[in-house]
């Protein structure tokens, strides 16, 4: 009996990194414009096309490991291109890794502040779009369709909704992105820099509904550059510079030692090395 409880509590994996690589290749003509993100959309290149003049091979992620169990919220810092969104597509599914394996338990999903709804389409039109991607039915999207434009707070000042999502500033764009997946309840949630947009009101309600996907089981990664933010939705953080993990442990822990990174202090040695 003692036995049986004792696994019972066990902690449980929802994502493996093991010893990962993302490698990504950029065509050294017209490669001057855009962030390293933009240029992972770009078609991979193998073989011959590899050795062509002007090709060259970007090292995003290097050898990062880790365990993400159930009922955790992660955060992933770092500076600029130091991978972290990077990180988050290959968790998706949506990049290959060069080396190295990615397990995941369930079904991740990721949100980022450009994942693309229709411009065109009224906001209305984009909940029920978004909710289908996410893997709702429209039986629960209807249901939930009047929670989802409170939550966004898109009508807060005018009937915002029933316009064209191109009328929409960035942050309330990023906020109407933000209450269609909180809607549903995610085995592995991958938020890309949702919470980083919005008033000190919406950052609040948005940190109180992943605090209650993770009573739910669910597993919340955040990228943001934000540290309020991290400091207020995550119990812990991985801290990726360069494309290599350089600490992973409680949040408060691992912000210190960035913190002083960042105004001038000493690196740490990767966590692979």
Request: charged share 25%.
């Amino acid at each position: 009996m003692a036995d049986h409880l004792l696994r019972a509590a066990e902690p449980v994996p929802t994502v493996v990194a093991d010893h990962v690589d993302i490698v990504y290749r950029v065509n050294g003509t017209g490669g001057g414009r855009g962030s390293a993100t933009a240029a992972l959309n770009r078609i991979l290149r193998r073989g011959q096309a590899e050795k062509a003049a002007g090709v060259r091979r970007v090292h995003a992620v290097k050898n990062v490991s880790f365990v993400a169990y159930k009922g955790e919220a992660i955060g992933l810092i770092g500076t600029n291109g130091s991978g972290k969104s990077t990180l988050l597509k290959a968790v998706a599914g949506l990049l290959p890794v060069e080396r190295g394996r990615i397990y995941t338990d369930g079904q991740p999903s990721l949100l980022g502040v450009n994942a693309a709804l229709m411009g065109d389409l009224t906001g209305e039109r984009n909940v029920y779009l978004g909710g289908l991607a996410m893997g709702m039915s429209r039986e629960q999207i209807k249901e939930r369709y009047q929670q989802i434009v409170d939550f966004s707070g898109i009508n807060d000042k005018g009937d915002f909704i029933s316009l064209p999502m191109r009328t929409y500033s960035s942050g309330m764009g990023s906020r109407l992105r933000f209450s269609i997946a909180a809607a549903k309840d995610h085995d592995v949630l991958l938020i890309d820099e949702a919470l980083a947009t919005g008033d000190a009101k919406f950052q609040r309600r948005s940190a109180e509904r992943i605090e209650e996907m993770r009573g739910q089981a669910g597993t919340v990664f955040l990228v943001s550059h934000s540290n309020g933010a991290i400091r207020d939705t995550c119990g812990r953080v991985l801290w990726l510079e360069r494309g290599e993990l350089l600490m992973d442990g409680p949040t408060e822990e691992v912000m210190k030692e960035y913190e002083a990174f960042t105004k001038g202090g000493k690196k740490p040695r990767p966590l692979a090395a």
